[in-house]
């Protein structure tokens, strides 16, 4: 396993440095402009001379080398020397972002705690709703609960979570005003009444999202419980006498987690990729609004950090997923 | 032993819901079992044997059947006598696995793959004996002993793949034995199973039910078998019991005329001694009496030549996959079929039988070697000559369910060669395919059919058509019966024959069956490791085998004759060793020793002893 | 009494990247700015320039502007210190204009520093800035929030090439202002506290301020004026129902400044026809083929019924115009008569022009259709106001295709594009614009001749609509000459009305405020469209409901 | 093995789970055929099986039943969806407006009408593009092994793409030469499918990959080759029938996500002219007017969660039919 996992990290080197390149020959291609939030007050001449000051005079491949070099040695130089005092990196230009000027990787490392917390979050639960409802649903096949779950799911998955976002905020918000509509990133929690204050801003995105990701790995996870209550060793654990509680939860769930796990790993990525929409609604700012802001205003460099750091995610994850799988099921082996 | 059974079924019906309609899988049976005794139910395939059984521990309701009529009286450990069919669920759960234990049919299957073998077999101890988990442990050793598994101690933390099939048979009989049951079901536990393995499983079988006084319940369509364990013989039909018996009394004095067929359709080893030359078993169904012409070929000149065929597959690994092993599938084998006549291949699992037939069509790329097909070279080939080259040699595959589309109509599964090789206009073909399916004896409404509204045997004909199609020298047959049960079996066998005799095709036959070996061919290798160990005609090799692992083989076939058990605690077998080498590994060439004319046993190498 | 009325609350939907308004010329980054920094005067809500960090405004009765008008000499108040308690010196004033006029740094405001030669300290009071030609309005350095005062001291290794470096100080700039930033979350939160060292002992009145960033207009003005979580709401631009909705709450309320703001139509007077070699394409090689037509353009104009556009787009934050100057008073004409709808009118127009209705309600003459295609960014309202227009125009026998663009590229001027309102690949394109501080010379200058975007200036020109009238440039040469103040406004009033009524290149639409809502608990706001509209933040105090 | 299983679950798997508790053999053949009539052309036995499917044929009346809403309503309720009745504007129900005006006082029902039109065209022809493009890849890589680690590279590459510039690309790229060649709505409505179905076969694309890699073992396959079929019968035959059934899966999640992207690329000026009223945009326009105009959230929604829900049983409903083994019991 061990050098399935090397080899496989061998081969996304390269699969990663050709995706950085897409990525920035498409960012490079696609129209828009840094400067685009400039008022039209500001006379050419001097948009030509804000354009020039970052950078983006020179030719597109002397900048995406630099990127690179910035991305794999600058970068890494410098937090090294930010955690152990050392003096490796010596000023050396980081990446820096178009829009406020600041190292992109400052600000990203400012969004995650936010990202985490409620995307991360609202996936935890989403996953804990999903499971027993995948359970249940699978083991009543066809009842009405199952039919329901099915239905409710369904709608779940079709509503656009600016839809579900604002309707949440119109009634808890505004109407009953249980919890905040505006997320404070400021917040730090180091009492009983600022985590009480955590959470009741946490709670209608965390609510949206989960809602979302419920119904998608409910369905999964259903699918895959049937798979397996039909299988034979099921047969085996109910002839031993067992109870149908121990042979649910314990023989089938254990078998049928297995491809849920890998997919509930894949869909690790899109956590930190943020959930843009939703973020928007509840002013959350995590990765998704930094995404979304650096989009629209031509933000390259954050534009394509992000997008490669998610690109590395998407590698990442991949992989723990096949190694998970491997994990989990004593069967595979890796050659 | 006192007479009061343990068990008695009385008038036991089972129904199951269907989006067709109620469907009824056991219509009328009754019988019983007394302590100590092994009662076996045979009957083809779908009679309702693994029904009922099911229905005595009640688990046919969790696959949507319901016992609609009948009792299914038990005498519990407390000698307190219930109706199983109206227990609750917490009573039967009390029964399960504590006082009746069943052992299935797929050791594959049957056993949960992510949990320890372990893990699995102190469940039920801790659920019915409330033992502590160190107690149920050592009781867990204690049994693996029992059923004389090798390194009992390492085996209890190992998953049920890292075990050989006959192995994880051995953990699922332990499991059902856990908390020794009076009751034991045996659902055809030995099917799956090579013969020496079987017979391993059967002996165990036997002396659990001899030492500790187990009533049997044993469940087959083998013939052979149910001679070797039954006491008494309950013959199933369509649903219903049709006959009843002891095992002597069914085998020499069957009544019913499905009980002779039965009989009839079995290939015992021996029958063929002093043959000349294959023949069709005699059906009753046939309508044709007197003795079937055996298949002599007048004058047979080589079709096929085999030289040095050698297969191997790569292990890959580490960082860059290189090939760190290989296995050496086929090591060495050299072999010739004339035309209209039949070679078989018999083995063990995994010695390599299915790959040496692949590799004559190149479905796998043999590494060395010549195979020379009516003067072509088929190795030599390019693949656009490899594709013609395979209009003369058709596969039939071991597995009737997984070897035909089932998202095809029988029609255009048996068009696909003709199609392929752009044969005949649309309406030619339709005449051939009608005639094919005449061949095959199959209705020409079937063709309209998928392949799951087909029995086994009948989905075994559509492969044979299929492979009819395009009109083929050679046919190898992989496992073509293996799967099949014995009645059909022996219609497929028959088919094969004749067509054999009509159309003058050689096969290679693959098989890990004896009898049925030794029923249908002309010329027989016996393969181990790779390498074919012994070589000559059917009687050079049946009835004067001379490598001690034909020896072996002949021993472990079980043999359908209730006088003559075979069954024996000695019988053990070892396992055959890992055909994987290292890449350096030199495989030396196979050297044969010629005991009479055309008959060679291997000498060197010496892999068995 | 300073901080005595705990935090405000300020969204702001579109987040701040920076404090620092040299590094972008982004409105919201301006605001932001306002908060700490501030430069030597300001505008008031009525446009008067009014001093902050000076004793008093340069004039030439005082002898601050001197007689030729090259120089302005502006004295320093001597109570001002910096938030970290230096004091604030000439030489921070002369270190900011080298900061933005470095030739390497892009500094964002650089405009405001045009045509000066030299910014001097005569002593650590006064400051001396030099032009190279006379100015009859020299207030655009230093005045208004775009061009705050930096401490030399905080910035002075942050110049040219090395300015993106510096994030601590771009984030956390050192300011004379009421407040001083504590936590600075690009894009998403400030943080900000009352400056101890403000001048005014008793301002400002919050002890702190939450700029909160992120979601939507309507986002953010639900959070004023119905759950009450904020006390402001930036840049609240919402159908005018909607907002009645939220006001009902009786939380806050929506007003609007108005500034120089027009929404306008401008028609393309040379052909954007994608059949025309790229190059050529809405250069003046080639005049539209209708368009160039002076009847079909008045007749466009004739058939919009502004007064709609407002009720429905923009309520009590716009008002209908048919001017492009609108504002200051002097300079705005007295021209009404678009203001009244005339379809008939507009149809016999057209008919006298000799475009007859074809059988398809198209007009036409020599086979030239009047097919349209009609251009915008994306927004409710511009969108609502595109399909109103299409309508009247269908009427009038104009086919109109609407097109919209993402924000970010229309605005975005990139060459590369061909969507950018620059390329103008389109016959009518409508979007709004105003001018900095209360000259709208330069404004009005913006539609000579060579100014067209052409390749030759990399589409870099201002003339969006292709305007080119010998009479108009000579005017805008003649308008720099021009001292006296109402002949100026005088000229400027002519040069508007050629643009928009002679002519109707430029179609004004809507004269439009920029709304903000507030609570009703926030008192001392005052809306100020002429500097950042939280001009006034260190008066604002929490009043009692 | 990497990838998930099939995605959603498998209606066969329980038909098969309720066969196999009894008979081991994983498909032990009901011994009796079923006597059936000898010639049945396999459209009508899918339809018979379909319509067995109680979830899937009232999903089918409904779908039905708004196809004909969207296509032949306009031909009954003939208010033009753009025309712009400002003094009826946000007016209520009544018999001219029967479900009211939106604020510009264009007729709702007649938007709804026009909306669905497109909403169901771009769901459809996105979701078809994005299947085929998914299955392809998904067969190819899963049946050829040498091209498995490439095109599996390529799928995390497509992955990892930002969306938006993608999409700004593709518009600022090919819409004047797709309006020129198809007219401004048609050569949009293309650009929108391909750049929706461009981005969203990846999903398919893993998961028929699997399922190939899992066919590839079976012995038909084998047996297939053995009768000499070439490699494109191959796929052609035997192996896209054979991974229909996830890729039912896929599609009928696939409309879903193409209607509610078509709606977020409007807004984000990339869809079609914005006065072209497709359900995506009626619902997002309307948001901020919820609280005062609900039903103009209610009716959009509705009726895009209802035509998922139907797609999503008709989806059930067909892959039981389409699959033999599960139409023969
Ligand atoms: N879950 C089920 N649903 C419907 N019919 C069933 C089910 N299980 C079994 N049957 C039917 O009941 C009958 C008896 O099946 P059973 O499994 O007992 O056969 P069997 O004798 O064990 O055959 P085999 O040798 O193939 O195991 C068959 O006709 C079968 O089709
Ligand atoms: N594709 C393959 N890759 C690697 N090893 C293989 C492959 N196919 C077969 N083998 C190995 O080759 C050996 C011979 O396999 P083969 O299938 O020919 O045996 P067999 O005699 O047909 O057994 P069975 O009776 O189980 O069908 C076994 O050890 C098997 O594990
Ligand atoms: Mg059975
Ligand atoms: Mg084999």
Redo the contacts between chains.
Sequence with gaps: ML?FT??RL??AIP?LL??SL??FL??E?????P????????????????????GLGEPWPVRYLLWLKQFFWVEPLYWTDRWFGTDFSQGA?RI??F?????VF??IA??IPQTLTVVGMSYVVGILIAIPIGILS?YK?YSWFDQIG??IS??G????T??TG??L??IF??NL?WF???Y???LEVNDWDSFLQQVRQMVMPVTVLALYNAAQIS??M???M??N????????????????R?VVLK?VL??SL??VV??IA?GLPAVFGGAI?T???????GLG?????A????DIPM?LTL??I??IL??VF?LI??IL?GV?????RY? | MDDKPLVSIEELRVEFETNDGVVVGVRDVSFTINPGECVCVVGESGSGKSVSSLSLMRLVEFGGGTIAGGKLMFERNDGQVVDLATQSGAAMRDIRGNQIGMIFQEPMTALNPVFTVGDQLVEGLIAHRGLKKHEARARALEILRQVRIPEPERRLDQYPHELSGGMRQRVVIAIAMACEPRLLICDEPTTALDVTIQAEILALIDRLKREKQIAVLFITHDMAVVAQMADRVVVMYRGDKVEEGTAVEIFENPQQDYTKMLLAAVPRLGEMTGKPAPERLRLMTDGTHGAPEPIIVKDPKPLLTVRNLTTRFAVKGGILRRTVARVHAVEDVSFTINSGETLSLVGESGCGKSTCGRSLLRLVEPESGTVDLGGTDIIGLSQRDLRRARRDMQMIFQDPFASLDPHMKLYDQVAEPMENYGIGSKSERQDRIAALFDRVELPRSYMRRYPHEMSGGQRQRIAIARALALNPKLIVADEAVSALDVSVQAQVLNLLMELQQDLGISMLFISHDMAVVERVSHHVGVMYLGRIVEMGTRAQVFENPQHSYTRQLMLAVPVADPRQKKISEDLTFRPIPSPMHPVDYVARPSVYREVAPGHRVLVDPVTHS | ERGSDGQLGIVMWQAPSTMNPYLSGGTKEIIAGSLALEPLAGFDAEGAIYPRLVTEIPSLENGGISEDMTSVTWTLRDDITWSDGTPLTADDVVFTADYCMDPNGGCSQLAKFEGITAVEAVDPQTVRITFASPRPDPFSAFVGSQSPILQKAQFENCMGANAPTCTDQNFGPIGTGPFRVTQFLTNDTISLEANPEYRDPAKPAFATVLVKGGGDAAGAARSVLETGEFDYAWNTQLAPDVIAGMEAAGLGQVSAAFGSLVERIHVNLTDPSSSLPEGERSTAAHPHPFLSDPAVRQALSMAIDRELLVEIGYGTSGQATCNYVPAPESWASDNTDCLTQDIEGANALLEEAGWTMGGNGIREKDGVQLNMVFQTSVNAVRQDFQALIKQWWSEIGVETELKTVDASVFFGSDAGSPDTLQKFYADVQMYADNFDGNNPAPYLAKHTCDKAPSPANQWQGEGISRFCDPEYDRMVSELDGIIDAEERAQMGRTMNDMLTKDSNAIIPLVYRGTASAHANALGGVQLNAWDSEIWNIADWTRVAQ | MTDTNTPEERVRALHAAAGNAATPEAASPPVVPPPVAATRSQWSDVWRQFRSHRGAMLGLVIFVSIILFVSVGPLVWTTDPTFVDIRARNSGFSLTHPLGTDQLGRDLLARLMAGGQVSIAVGLTAMIIAITIGSLIGVVSGYFRRLDGPLMRLTELFLALPLLPLLLLMVTLFREPLSQTFGPALGIFFLIVTAIGATSWMQAARIVRGEVLGLKEREFILAARSIGTPAHRMITRHILPNVLSPIMVAATLGIATAIITESALSFLGLGFPPDFPTWGRLLFDAVDQMVLYPWRVIFPGLLISLTVLCVNYIGDGLRDAMDPRIRGR
């Design positions: 050098s090397l080899r061998l081969l699969t050709f995706i897409v990525i498409l960012l291609a696609s129209p828009g402009d400067l685009g939030d400039v008022p039209l007050t500001v006379p050419p001449e001097v948009r030509e001379r804000m354009r020039a000051a970052l230009q820096i972002s829009q406020s000027r600041s190292p400052d600000v400012q969004r699978a096949q099915t239905f369904m709608i998955f079709s509503m656009p600016f839809f604002v309707v905020i119109i918000a505004v005003q905040p509509s505006v404070n990133t400021t369905r999964f259903r699918s895959s049937l798979d209550l039909g299988q034979d060793y099921v047969r085996t654990a109910r002839a031993k006498g067992l109870s149908e121990k023989h254990r078998n297995i491809p890998t997919v894949l929409i973020e928007q609604v509840f002013r959350v700012n609004q930094l995404l979304i802001s989009i629209h205003a031509n534009v997008t490669f998610f690109a998407i590698v991949t997923a096949d799988y989990l099921d004593p069967r595979i050659d």
